[in-house]
């Protein structure tokens, strides 16, 4: 469809009109995890939020290559140049390889992914994959005169930088401010400035994870990673690059600074970041200690977890909320996404079991239905507004309810629209799907188990026809029992399972 996308651009601090490099290519790249444990809510919330934006982009009728990395190497336990490789401490404490660790991690991580929906990026490049592109940007940088050998290492020289172009475009930090945040950081001995950051650690003698270089062997600093492999496979200039708000300093900046100091310029259009997710005000994070795990909410085996809550209910409890808004962690904040969640998936059923009226002047009309799609289609391309689409999904259940009590009606063609805008918004664009609904095989079972519950139900009703009461209260009785809620319409019946 024709229809302008607004993105907030974290580096304007505006919305701005998306407009494609190389329409109809996209190139979108979006920090991965460090893979030294489980994934938790904090993660989730920038996966699903890119998710959202590679499912519209697609949708609009772009050609996204998503690029999503995997950091495992490089990351230190300050997130500066000081401490142990977070990787390398986790196998050392584990008795294990580092890339054992790494791996083991890395396919949690995409089960949860998968979990929660999210497609899988166009190209998940790993940083130990590309030792020799971050090489070759520290190469580069050198040359530039950016950057400076100390002991073996080298570090990105940012007064330099500064006098030349400018540091803190992204932040908003001043080289000052960045001095003064860095006073308290420990082992800047090796440094010209206490705000410059490593591009190569030259490896100490008990550091296993280790690769020849010119000046050392060693590994790349954490921001070389994201800008090499950037690069490598969307261009020298692409349009998107995402991650939650948290990373904007010192890793956007520092990507920033390093793309301009290798190329002349920076290489990304459009920076978009989520806001975090909070548990009592305070932002969720390992480095904090008050994270809950992705596998730990799926099974409710945590002290601050009342319950187990679904994927599905994760995710839906993130779009609730636009991206650029915090979001506070609580029991009764998921509870109310459960329900919430559950009131569409029981419209999308009742949707299946309606059937169109004769009236000459149904209630419901074409134009009604064709104006929901586009205050779907008008909040999507305002940045992304996933809590109004969400709102008008409320709007097409209370139709499909007043629909199934006969208090409005709907023609055939108009009832097949209805099913199609709500089918694509709830499933293909916000990438929601009911709870039991994992495969093409368990959908099929779901259709199958359905089929069954129909044909009970049909019995029931030849029973009440033929005054067997006896038969008609057996079957609701023992179907109650089982957790299903069944209901007498004028057409016969609806039936829905709760849990």
Same mark, same amino acid.
């Given at each position: 469809m024709e229809q302008a996308l607004y993105v907030y651009n974290t580096l304007t601090r505006?919305?701005?009109?998306?407009?494609?490099?190389?329409?109809?290519?996209?190139?979108?790249?979006?920090?991965?995890?460090?893979?030294?444990?489980?994934?938790?809510?904090?993660?989730?919330?920038?996966?699903?939020?890119?998710?959202?934006?590679?499912?519209?982009?697609?949708?609009?009728?772009?050609?996204?290559?998503?690029?999503?990395?995997?950091?495992? =190497? %490089?990351?230190?336990?300050?997130? #500066? +140049?000081?401490?142990?490789? /977070?990787? @390398?401490?986790?196998?050392?404490?584990?008795?294990?390889?580092?890339?054992?660790?790494?791996?083991?991690?890395?396919?949690?991580?995409?089960?949860?992914?998968?979990?929660?929906?999210?497609?899988?990026?166009?190209?998940?490049?790993?940083?130990?994959?590309?030792?020799?592109?971050?090489?070759?940007?520290?190469?580069?940088?050198?040359?530039g005169g950016f950057a400076y050998e100390s002991n073996g290492s080298i570090y990105f020289d940012v007064e330099a930088y500064d006098k030349k172009y400018h540091y803190g475009i992204l932040s908003g930090r001043s080289l000052e401010n960045t001095k003064d945040a860095s006073r308290e950081l420990?082992? =800047? %001995?090796?440094?010209?400035?206490? #705000? +410059?950051?490593?591009?190569? /650690?030259? @490896?100490?003698?008990e550091h296993i994870m280790r690769w020849p270089s010119p000046w050392s062997d060693g590994f790349p600093g954490w921001h070389c990673e994201c800008t090499a492999m950037g690069r490598k496979y969307?261009?020298?200039?692409?349009?998107?690059?995402?991650?939650?708000?948290?990373?904007?300093?010192?890793?956007?900046?520092?990507?920033?600074?390093?793309?301009?100091?290798?190329?002349?310029?920076?290489?990304?259009?459009?920076w978009i970041h989520n806001n975090m997710i909070t548990i009592n005000g305070q932002k969720m994070g390992k480095s904090l200690g008050n994270f809950i795990t992705l596998p730990q909410f799926f099974s409710g085996d945590h002290s601050q977890l009342t319950q187990a809550y679904s994927p599905m209910t994760i995710r839906f409890f993130i779009l609730q909320a636009h991206y650029r808004s915090t979001i506070d962690f609580s029991n009764e904040a998921l509870q109310a996404a459960e329900k919430g969640l559950e009131r569409l998936m029981d419209a999308w059923q009742t949707l299946?079991?309606?059937?169109?009226?004769?009236?000459?002047?149904?209630?419901?009309?074409?134009?009604?239905?064709?104006?929901?799609?586009?205050?779907?289609y008008d909040a999507m391309c305002d940045d992304f507004n996933t809590p109004i689409v969400i709102s008008n999904l409320f709007e097409a259940s209370r139709i499909i309810n007043s629909l199934a009590d006969k208090k409005e009606t709907i023609s055939a063609e108009t009832l097949e629209e209805l099913r199609h805008t709500f089918s694509l918004w709830t499933f293909d664009l916000l990438g929601l799907r009911a709870a039991k609904a994992t495969g093409g095989s368990n959908a099929a079972r779901e259709e199958a188990f359905g089929k069954v519950?129909?044909?009970?139900?049909?019995?029931?009703?030849?029973?009440?026809?033929?005054?067997?009461?006896?038969?008609?209260?057996h079957i609701r009785d023992n179907l109650a029992a089982l957790g299903f809620e069944v209901k007498d319409t004028k057409d016969g019946f609806s039936w829905k399972l709760n849990k």
């Open positions: 505006q919305k701005e009109v998306f407009k494609p490099l190389h329409a109809p290519h996209v190139g979108m790249y979006v920090c991965g995890p460090t893979v030294y444990g489980d994934a938790h809510l904090g993660h989730a919330r920038p996966a699903i939020t890119f998710d959202i934006v590679f499912r519209f982009l697609k949708h609009m009728g772009y050609k996204v290559r998503y690029v999503r990395n995997i950091t495992d =190497v %490089g990351h230190l336990e300050h997130d #500066a +140049d000081e401490g142990e490789d /977070k990787i @390398a401490k986790k196998a050392r404490l584990e008795e294990l390889e580092p890339m054992e660790v790494a791996q083991y991690y890395t396919n949690r991580f995409h089960d949860a992914m998968t979990a929660l929906g999210c497609l899988p990026p166009s190209i998940e490049p790993h940083a130990t994959g590309h030792i020799i592109e971050q090489i070759q940007l520290v190469k580069e940088i050198l040359a420990a082992g =800047v %001995g090796e440094k010209k400035n206490q #705000a +410059d950051f490593a591009l190569w /650690k030259a @490896a100490q003698p969307l261009g020298s200039h692409f349009d998107i690059h995402g991650g939650g708000m948290d990373l904007i300093f010192p890793h956007h900046e520092c990507e920033i600074a390093q793309a301009v100091a290798s190329q002349g310029d920076q290489m990304v259009k459009y299946g079991q309606l059937t169109s009226s004769h009236d000459e002047h149904p209630t419901i009309g074409m134009t009604a239905i064709k104006e929901l799609q586009q205050k779907c519950v129909d044909m009970l139900l049909e019995q029931r009703m030849k029973a009440k026809q033929n005054k067997d009461w006896a038969t008609s209260d």
